[in-house]
T-cell receptor
Framework: SQQGEEDPQALSIQEGENATMNCSYKTSINNLQWYRQNSGRGLVHLIL?????REKHSGRLRVTLDTSKKSSSLLITASRAADTASYFC????????FGTGTSLTVIP | EPEVTQTPSHQVTQMGQEVILRCVPI?????FYWYRQILGQKVEFLVS????????KSEIFDDQFSVERPDGSNFTLKIRSTKLEDSAMYFC???????????FGDGTRLSIL
């Protein structure tokens, strides 16, 4: 299985703080993607990092990928209340495996 | 910005009945997917579809499930004889190429009574 698994399962921080979420997967991948899901809605793509990349930035998001450890991290800097959502990593090979997600709460 | 649309937003069905969930992917996309998310759990891959045939399917996607793209725009998921455990959110997604992000619809909440 190429399933992604995130930790922590839940994270609660104050507005303005940074939030870090980690993801591990089990086999080789083509790329790893991070998605956000607001309650009751579909998933929104945040960022994609390819297997030959180590770090990628997009606005307040920073993603790292360590293929030797089969792990990735998502850092959200200067968090806002609107960042409150569930965040999923997705390991992409022949199929598309989502992790269990991290529920992030940003307290205003 | 174009988006993936799913109908209905909520479907309530008696156990044993057939249901068809509908999706209209983004028009220039070539790869289509169905996922399931049981309440409070992770998103699970069901099936991928390309060039009018299934390219990959998970162990969840058994003989009760089928997919179809009947008219070049709609992409449907049929569950032949629903079970209580089929209650979940079902998401459709599409993308242009396999190394590009997938675009998701807002899902259909399926409730089996």
């Amino acid at each position: 299985s190429q399933q992604g698994e995130e930790d922590p399962q839940a994270l609660s921080i104050q507005e303005g703080e940074n939030a870090t979420m980690n993801c591990s997967y089990k086999t080789s991948i083509n790329n790893l993607q991070w998605y956000r899901q607001n309650s009751g809605r579909g998933l929104v793509h945040l960022i994609l990092i390819r297997s030959n990349e180590r770090e990628k930035h997009s606005g307040r998001l920073r993603v790292t990928l360590d293929t030797s450890k089969k792990s990735s991290s998502l850092l959200i800097t200067a968090s806002r209340a609107a960042d409150t959502a569930s965040y999923f990593c997705a390991a992409t090979g022949n199929q598309f495996y989502f992790g269990t997600g991290t529920s992030l709460t940003v307290i205003p | 910005e174009p988006e993936v649309t799913q109908t209905p937003s909520h479907q309530v069905t008696q156990m044993g009945q057939e249901v068809i969930l509908r999706c209209v992917p983004i028009s220039n996309h070539l790869y289509f997917y169905w996922y399931r998310q049981i309440l409070g759990q992770k998103v699970e891959f069901l099936v991928s579809f390309y060039n009018n045939e299934i390219s990959e399917k998970s162990e969840i996607f058994d003989d009760q499930f089928s997919v179809e793209r009947p008219d070049g725009s709609n992409f449907t998921l049929k569950i032949r004889s629903t079970k209580l455990e089929d209650s979940a959110m079902y998401f459709c997604a599409s993308h242009v190429e396999t190394d590009q992000p997938q675009h998701f619809g807002d899902g259909t909440r399926l409730s089996i009574l």
